[in-house]
């Protein structure tokens, strides 16, 4: 391990980390690594990207004008970019309760949080469909009042914040354990009232935090297909989202259509991550 690892070099003066000079074996390991990660990863994502690009923009453009597409393109824009937002307040919320107070079954709590990321999400699609389909009590009762949640788009919502709960939640949480609450108290003390507080003493540092999560949840939204394809009906023009789209185009055997709009997908996804790190780098150092 040690040989792996390196020799420790001490930075001049101690004011700043030792860092480690790797040895052959640590240089070997670093490529052996790098190499699993291309394959892994780098490998399979150039190969969609050459195979969906392989028409060019127009080619992009021809599978996105395809029967459906642009309708499910925009479906899968606009939920995503709903239920992000609703993480971000509901997810913040979360996350204050569990650092703010002490309560019985506060670990229950925080063990439900991270439970979507615990289960396949096409278990999360039949647990909705099994509490709101058109055959359960409860379904029944919001389809009278003409809001069917079950292979309808509230279904297809429903599904996407339970699978993106755990973004803004555990994204805030770190960074609200190191503010210190003298400063809520001082607020308080001298006037101000909850909402300045919250917009003026807490939100600040908590921005970039909320944002980071926030986009991750989006990206993350954009890709899902296991509890949609169960949840949603899959009706063309209405509930049918771009990962099913996708999924269709290829038991069709029109697998160049699915890369091309798997393109899209993809481009937003890794766009997005940049501004991801930014933020992840700014909520820390906030608090180093």
């Not at 390991?29 to 892994?40: I, M, N, T, V, Y």
């Not at 297809?156 to 755990?166: E, G, Q, T």
């Not at 994204?171 to 003026?200: F, K, Q």
């Amino acid at each position: 391990m040690a040989a792996l690892m390196g020799t420790v070099r001490p930075s001049p003066g101690g004011a700043s980390p030792a860092v480690l000079k790797p040895g052959a074996a640590g240089i070997a390991g670093r490529g052996l690594f790098a190499s699993w990660l291309s394959l892994l990863v780098a490998l399979p994502l150039a190969v969609l990207a050459w195979h969906g690009l392989e028409g060019g923009p127009s080619g992009v453009l021809a599978a996105l004008e395809l029967p459906y597409a642009w309708e499910a393109l925009q479906l899968t824009l606009w939920t995503s970019a709903v239920t992000a937002i609703l993480n971000a307040v509901m997810g913040t919320a979360t996350a204050w309760v569990l650092v703010r107070y002490r309560f019985w079954g506060r670990s229950l709590l925080s063990m439900l949080v991270d439970l979507p990321l615990a289960i396949p999400t096409l278990v999360a699609g039949l647990m909705i469909v099994n509490l709101f389909g058109p055959q359960t009590p409860l379904g029944a009762w919001c389809k009278g009042l003409g809001f069917p949640v079950a292979f309808a788009v509230p279904g297809i919502v429903l599904a996407l914040l339970f699978i993106n709960l755990p973004f803004v939640v555990r994204s805030v949480e770190p960074v609200l354990m190191d503010l210190d609450p003298a400063e809520e108290e001082a607020a308080v003390i001298l006037g101000a009232r909850t909402w300045t507080t919250l917009r003026r003493v807490l939100l600040p540092p908590l921005a970039p935090a909320i944002a980071g999560g926030t986009l991750q949840g989006f990206a993350r939204a954009l890709a899902e297909f296991g509890s949609i394809v169960v949840v949603s009906g899959n009706i063309p023009g209405r509930t049918l989202t771009s990962p099913v789209f996708i999924f269709g185009e290829v038991e069709a055997g029109r697998t160049e259509a699915a890369a091309a709009v798997s393109v899209v997908l993809l481009a937003i996804a890794i766009g997005l991550q940049p501004a991801v790190r930014w933020l992840n780098r700014l909520a820390g150092a906030r608090h180093v």
